[in-house]
T-cell receptor, first 116, second 111 residues
Framework: ETGVTQSPTHLIKTRGQQVTLRCSSQSGHNTVSWYQQALGQGPQFIFQYYREEENGRGNFPPRFSGLQFPNYSSELNVNALELDDSALYLC???????????????FGPGTRLTVL | SQQGEEDPQALSIQEGENATMNCSYKTSINNLQWYRQNSGRGLVHLILIRSNEREKHSGRLRVTLDTSKKSSSLLITASRAADTASYFCATDPGGSEKLVFGKGTKLTVNP
């Protein structure tokens, strides 16, 4: 069983540019969540996708957007990059069929984004 | 905002010793999960404890949950150098599956 994968591993962009990060969920997992982890901090929830629809959003501006595809893979897009967007971006997936109280989230290795 | 707060922020022990980390949170939860992170890489899921459970074991890990005090603890017994990592607790307020993490405890196990 393949775990959650993310690409690219590292990315360097300049302020004002746009970036797309990709995530393939663990096989059979239909819920994908994205998190931002700044250096020295815990991850912060950006948004979640379930069956291709956004299913909740954290305190992030609209220039953070996402997609989920029929195969449950997902993209995170960030427009008009700012220096503070430099962080590790983590994708997590969770399986169907379990009650929410028992549903674990499995994380990918992350994409480290540096904005210069 | 970060609901969970881990304590201590940093912990340094010798191999073979036990390590205890604590987590406090603010709102009602469906479950609490503990994760490990090595050197700013991805999070590894360690254990999930449901709100109606008080204690859970997995190998050398023991997790307790006290919902009346809104706190949890993670005990790693007989620690190894490979346990060196940051440990995070995460809660899902209201069962939303939108995890809220603390800032983590950085554990160093010296050989």
């Amino acid at each position: 069983e393949t775990g959650v994968t993310q690409s690219p591993t590292h990315l360097i962009k300049t302020r004002g540019q746009q970036v797309t990060l990709r995530c393939s969920s663990q096989s059979g997992h239909n819920t994908v969540s994205w998190y931002q982890q700044a250096l020295g901090q815990g991850p912060q929830f950006i948004f979640q996708y379930y069956r291709e629809e956004e299913n909740g959003r954290g305190n992030f501006p609209p220039r953070f957007s996402g997609l989920q595809f029929p195969n449950y893979s997902s993209e995170l897009n960030v427009n008009a990059l700012e220096l503070d967007d430099s962080a590790l971006y983590l994708c997590a997936s969770s399986p169907p069929g379990l009650p929410p109280a028992s549903r674990e989230q499995f994380f990918g290795p992350g994409t480290r984004l540096t904005v210069l | 905002s970060q609901q969970g707060e881990e304590d201590p922020q940093a912990l340094s022990i010798q191999e073979g010793e036990n390590a205890t980390m604590n987590c406090s949170y603010k709102t009602s939860i469906n479950n609490l999960q503990w994760y490990r992170q090595n050197s700013g890489r991805g999070l590894v899921h360690l254990i999930l404890i449901r709100s109606n459970e008080r204690e859970k074991h997995s190998g050398r890990l023991r997790v307790t949950l006290d919902t009346s005090k809104k706190s949890s603890s993670l005990l790693i017994t007989a620690s190894r150098a490979a346990d060196t990592a940051s440990y995070f607790c995460a809660t899902d307020p209201g069962g939303s599956e939108k995890l809220v993490f603390g800032k983590g405890t950085k554990l160093t196990v010296n050989p």
